[in-house]
């Protein structure tokens, strides 16, 4: 957010292995709800920002079935996420008063969040886009087209396990998708 709001590249400091100190190729998921909220597919301008700075990039888009998206944003960190788009981020469904189970109001937001990210490649012929639907077979097709490792693409749960006798040494967070 800082560096939209300065007009600096979205990941200037970001972009760096900090034990490599090599520079990172790619990133994913561009959106943190904490501690300033900012989505760059949802701010107005972030868009145009990565395009702005990063004239070659790919963006690349995974929808799934609506049901099992709002399922999954439901149980994210047993629900913190849609807590903090409403505390930290101001918003929540279609920028209007959704409910957590207020289908019709999130499903127009899935739906105008998908049509704003293909309107958008649409009039920026010079980025590179890819979209294909999230499935197991995803990390496999992820590599096929961007030459990305199938193993960097993985599933990730926020927090601790619901598991409380999971061995915390060797718990890790992400794991390959199967």
Known sequence: RNNFLSNAPPFQGCDVDNKTK?????????GIPEPDCFYSSLHDGGLDHIAKHYPNAT??????????????????????????????????????????NDLPCWKDFYDAHTKKIRDF??????????EFPLHAS?????ESYTGISSSCFQHCRPGR????NIDMRTYRKCQPIS
């Open 59 to 100: 963006i690349i888009m995974m929808p799934r079935e609506f049901g099992a998206w709002h399922k999954s944003v439901l149980k994210w960190g047993r629900g913190r996420l849609l807590r903090r788009w409403k505390k930290v981020c101001g918003f929540t469904g279609s920028f209007g008063t959704c409910v957590h």
């Open 161 to 164: 396990p619901k598991d409380l």
């Open 22 to 30: 090599n520079v990172i190729q790619f990133y994913s998921d561009v």
């Open 138 to 142: 995803s990390p496999s097709v992820l």
């Open 121 to 130: 490649v649409i009039n920026h012929p010079h980025l590179t886009y890819l």
